[in-house]
């Protein structure tokens, strides 16, 4: 009996120890993730993250915001399901699978993208927990913003701009953008003018208004802080004249290569992140992974 205890905890030690591989460390924060595929321990939990606040995918420019250690979350769950847990980011769900060589067991995201470009990748997911902010919030809001000269004061001052949008799947900056301001009475066009990315959206405003044109762009709220932060924009360049209905922001999914028993360990682990303060403090959260809120009858 001591001697297959004795086995038992060298295994978990062991399947403890695969957490702190390369793979966990193959993209360093503030680093642009590394295209190539990773190296993933056999029989490791494979957590795909794309949230653009996890340090791998935003930048250190604001202090305590934007730098989320999900890597310390990849621990965290290889101690509490007593499995070896590969972390991958990808901006991407497409980009991730390429460097996971398609391996998906929970995917960490922007809760409209995960759900937007799952099934195009061959991924079913069901949502597990939504990630609390610093603020407790499991939301997120898209802002339409101007130049700072703009004479718009209202969505209804913008028939004659050029509005950009961001990518259907972005519902912040997309479905929930174009409800607001059909509420102020805008024709919105068909197709919309997109932008890939916030950054994008608030260079053109900023330029193109510098250029005597009438612009506009919708932005999501997460990423307001940033834009100064880093640079891209000077700080008062941009006004927000508008906001859209909160939307959910990060979400975790599990695939359906999760099995479920699996499913029910990871999904009450994530639960109890909350009860972790430091680990809390590591992916700047309030209140950890909670239930999705009852849906309003």
């Known amino acids: 009996m001591a001697e297959n205890l004795n086995r038992r905890e060298a295994l978990a030690a062991a399947a403890l120890s695969l957490t702190a591989l390369p793979v966990i460390a ?9 295209d190539k595929p ?7 939990l494979v957590v795909l993250v794309m949230d653009p606040l996890s340090a791998q995918l ?6 305590g915001y934007g730098q989320r ?15 070896a847990v590969a972390v991958v980011y990808g901006e991407s769900l497409a980009g991730a699978l390429k460097k996971s060589g398609a391996k998906a067991h929970l995917v960490i995201g922007k809760d409209s993208v995960v759900r937007a470009t799952a099934p195009g990748n061959k991924l079913t997911v069901t949502y597990l927990a ?7 919030k499991t939301t997120q809001t898209g802002l339409v ?24 799947a972005a519902e912040e900056k997309s479905a929930a953008a174009v409800k607001v301001l059909k509420e102020f009475g805008l024709e919105v066009p068909a197709p919309l003018d997109t932008c890939a990315t916030c950054s994008e959206g608030a260079t053109k405003v900023v330029e193109e208004a510098k250029a005597g044109k009438k612009v506009a762009a919708v932005i999501s709220s997460y ?16 006004r927000v004249i508008a906001e859209t209905d909160p939307v959910p922001f990060i979400a975790a999914f599990a695939t359906d290569g999760l099995a479920p028993a699996d499913r029910a360990a ?21 209140a950890g992974f909670v239930e999705p809120p009852a849906k309003k009858k």
Not at 26 to 34: M, V
Not at 58 to 63: A, T
Not at 130 to 136: E, H
Not at 266 to 286: F, Q, S, W
Request: charged share 25%.
């Open 26 to 34: 193959t993209d360093k924060p503030g680093d642009k993730p590394a």
């Open 38 to 44: 990773v190296v993933i321990p056999e029989n490791a």
């Open 58 to 63: 935003s930048c250190p420019c604001v202090s």
């Open 69 to 83: 250690d999900y890597d310390r979350l990849g621990a965290y769950l290889a101690e509490k399901v007593g499995r």
């Open 130 to 136: 939504a990630l609390t902010g610093k603020d407790g």
């Open 145 to 168: 913003c101007v130049a700072a000269a703009d004479k718009a004061v209202t969505p209804a001052d913008l028939k004659e701009h050029t509005i950009y949008f961001g990518n259907p």
């Open 223 to 238: 990423a307001q802080p940033l834009l100064e932060g880093c640079g891209t924009i000077k700080k008062g360049e941009l």
């Open 266 to 286: 990871v999904k009450a682990a994530l639960l109890d992140v909350g009860k972790n303060k430091a680990l809390c403090t590591a992916i700047e959260t309030k």
